[in-house]
Structures are given as C-alpha cells and as structure tokens.
C-alpha cells in the first residue's frame, strides 16, 4: 500500500517543480489546483485515511473483543478453582482419599501451609529485595514541558501527524 501512494507522491513533487520552473509567478491556489487535476495524490491520501479509520474500528472491536474474552477466561479459572474446593471438601467430609476413574483419578493430599504475613514492619531486611530506581517518565516530560532544565534530558523534535475527524 505505501508504494503506490509514494510513486504518486513523486509524481505529484515533479509535477509541481516542472509547473514552478515554467510558470513562476503562477499562485499557490493555482499550483494546487492544476496539481490535483494532473495527479492522484488527494484521492489516494483519502483512501489511506479511510483504511487508517478502518483499522482503528476493527482495533477498538477487537480490543473489546479481548476483555471479553479475559472475563470470560476469568469466570472459567473461578470455576476451576471453586470445583476442586468443592471435591476437596466433599472427599474430606466423606473421608474419600482417592477416587480412579478410566479418565482421572483423583487425590485428596494435605497442601503445604501458606504463607501469612501479620506485620511487614516487623520483618528483617534479610528479607527483602531491593529495587532499583525506576525513572518517572510523565513527571519528567512534564517537568521538561513546563522549562525546567534537566540535565541529561531534553525535549525531541515534534515533528508533524496527521488529525482525521470522522464526527
């Protein structure tokens, strides 16, 4: 897709130097004019647009579509665990330690004990892990942004995007 639009776009870029050299004193309006009737520039750029906004629905869909999905593999994964709560249960008060079925055979095992932290304060520094600095980028953008002088920072070059409104 980008190939097409920038052979049009060189297209476009000698047309208008060869219109420059031959008709200097020819207006902006007038060049833009007899440019858009020599090439398919415009047209072209409105088709990218329109696929650009295309593809920003079907984006919005599916990221829709995933959270969905994750919900759904949520409401799953607390349906694994209340089942297999629920067959421990009913095989402790039952006093069932093992079931063998073709397909499965279930256990009921003691699991090993979990832990609790009551009090972190109260805890030695044997155990715990140290953490390195993270840099705060948004405070540091913003900083930047407001004229701070930070050394070892700057702001880039903005450069130029495109705004497409569809309302």
């Known amino acids: 897709m980008d190939q097409p639009i920038m052979r049009e776009l060189a297209h476009h870029e000698y047309f208008r130097a060869q219109l420059v050299e031959r008709f200097p004193d020819a207006d902006e309006e007038t060049l833009h004019d007899t440019l858009e009737g020599l090439t398919d520039l415009r047209e072209m750029m409105v088709a990218v647009a329109?696929?650009?906004?295309?593809?920003?629905?079907?984006?919005l869909a599916l990221r829709a579509r995933i959270e969905e999905m994750q919900e759904r593999l949520r409401r799953f994964d607390h349906a694994v665990d209340r089942k297999r709560d629920l067959l421990a249960t009913v095989m402790e008060r039952a006093e069932i330690g093992k079931i063998t079925e073709c397909d499965l055979t279930l256990y009921l095992r003691q699991s090993p004990p979990p832990l609790v932290v009551t009090d972190e304060d109260a805890i030695g520094e044997d155990y715990w892990?140290?953490?390195?600095?993270k840099l705060d980028r948004r405070k540091l953008l913003d900083d930047l942004k407001s004229g701070a002088d930070v050394p070892g920072a700057c702001l880039g070059n903005g450069?130029?995007?495109?705004?497409v409104r569809v309302k």
């Open 129 to 133: 892990k140290p953490q390195p600095p």
């Open 50 to 59: 329109r696929s650009q906004q295309e593809d920003r629905v079907l984006a």
């Open 159 to 163: 450069g130029q995007t495109i705004s």
